[in-house]
């Protein structure tokens, strides 16, 4: 008994440490229609009841599973383990929210961004053509067959809900050679790319193209969080931090959010410096343009949610 006490107390602990973030919770959730709090909170003390390394490493830094949790809330992605979307992991002796291919797609067709999306790879013995632009691409394969040779590569093909089809496809070079820029995959067996290849594969391709379609505040969250917080290899925004200015019309923009959504403004600047790596800016108009962006797009996306919520 005395040993199943010693063993119960530490994930007790790190239950009634998410629990302590209830209100930080709700005051970031970008969609309070699907993520409830006592859920979350409930998938995320199961993750930690699974794995071992994972609730070391919650205990070991107490302020990464608590800016995990917030990033749950502030992107608007379930834990639950049965939908497969985010995950919970240790990495870099840190616990982050890892989100998967399906829950990117997952995002940006509950964002309207797109109807549907599908990530697939091609085999040396598939056939497979490019049907030009507006159009799926052909694939024909068996997939029952264990001798379908190589991996050529991968595609995504995402349907805009104007019908539009949009497909980006990626040699198995260009993946490998993001993957060789991961840290996770050159520092050690636990790698998701040396346990779940194929998967990842799928996740590389699905990242670059999902930059090509509609833009949405709630995906644009997901990928920038993507981008400075997780060690993929997979630098999708193509920008990088400068001491530039902002300007005044996007400070405007801003200010202009923070009273039509009521945000305050250290509360949503704590959030952005904590869990997705901006600057504790003590104004809008010590941001970056960068960050500006960002920040414009977390209060888009507030505004939409709260425009939804009178509506219903």
Same mark, same amino acid.
């Given at each position: ?8 107390a530490?994930?007790?602990?790190m239950n009634?440490?998410?629990?302590s ?9 970008s ?5 409830a ?6 998938f ?7 794995n ?8 070991s830094?107490r ?8 990033n749950?809330?502030?992107?608007g992605i379930?834990?639950?383990p049965?939908?497969?979307?985010a995950?919970l ?45 507006d ?7 068996n997939?029952f ?8 590569g ?17 040699s198995?070079d ?6 060789a820029r ?5 520092? %050690?067996?636990? +790698? ?6 194929a /998967?990842?594969?799928? $996740?590389t391709v699905?990242?670059?193209?999902? &930059? ?5 505040a709630r995906?644009?969250?997901a990928e920038?969080y993507?981008?400075?917080q997780?060690?993929q ?10 001491n ?10 801003i ?10 403004w250290l509360d949503?600047? %704590?959030?952005? +410096?904590n ?5 504790? /800016?003590?104004?809008? $108009? ?6 500006? &962006? ?7 996306h ?11």
């Amino acid at each position: 008994m005395y040993q199943q006490n010693q063993q119960l107390a530490p994930i007790q602990d790190m239950n009634n440490l998410i629990l302590s973030q209830e209100v930080v919770f709700n005051s970031v959730n970008s969609a309070p229609n699907d993520i409830a709090f006592y859920r979350e909170a409930e998938f995320a003390t199961q993750l930690l009841q699974a794995n071992d390394f994972l609730l070391k490493t919650a205990i070991s830094n107490r302020d990464s599973l608590i800016n995990a949790i917030k990033n749950v809330a502030a992107i608007g992605i379930s834990l639950n383990p049965a939908q497969k979307l985010a995950y919970l992991v240790p990495r870099d002796r840190q616990v982050k929210l890892d989100i998967s291919y399906h829950g990117l797609i997952w995002l940006a067709v509950e964002a309207g961004a797109i109807q549907w999306a599908q990530a697939k790879i091609v085999y040396s013995a598939d056939d497979y053509k490019n049907t030009g632009i507006d159009s799926e691409p052909f694939h024909k394969y068996n997939p029952f067959d264990k001798k379908r040779g190589d991996i050529l590569g991968a595609y995504v093909v995402a349907k805009t809900s104007k019908g539009d089809f949009l497909t980006h496809e990626m040699s198995i070079d260009e993946i490998f050679s993001i993957r060789a820029r991961s840290p996770s995959f050159k520092g %050690g067996k636990s +790698s998701p790319w040396k346990t779940d290849e194929a /998967a990842m594969i799928k $996740k590389t391709v699905v990242r670059q193209g999902s &930059t090509y379609w509609p833009k949405v505040a709630r995906l644009r969250t997901a990928e920038d969080y993507l981008n400075t917080q997780m060690d993929q290899g997979i630098d999708l925004s193509g920008n990088t931090h400068t001491n530039a200015v902002v300007n005044d019309k996007d400070v405007n923009v801003i200010n202009g959010l923070l009273d039509e959504t009521q945000t305050d403004w250290l509360d949503l600047i %704590g959030y952005a +410096s904590n869990s997705l790596g901006m600057g504790n /800016a003590e104004t809008p $108009k010590d941001l970056t343009p960068d960050e500006a &962006t960002k920040i414009i797009g977390m209060l888009e996306h507030k505004k939409e949610v709260m425009k939804n919520a009178q509506a219903n």
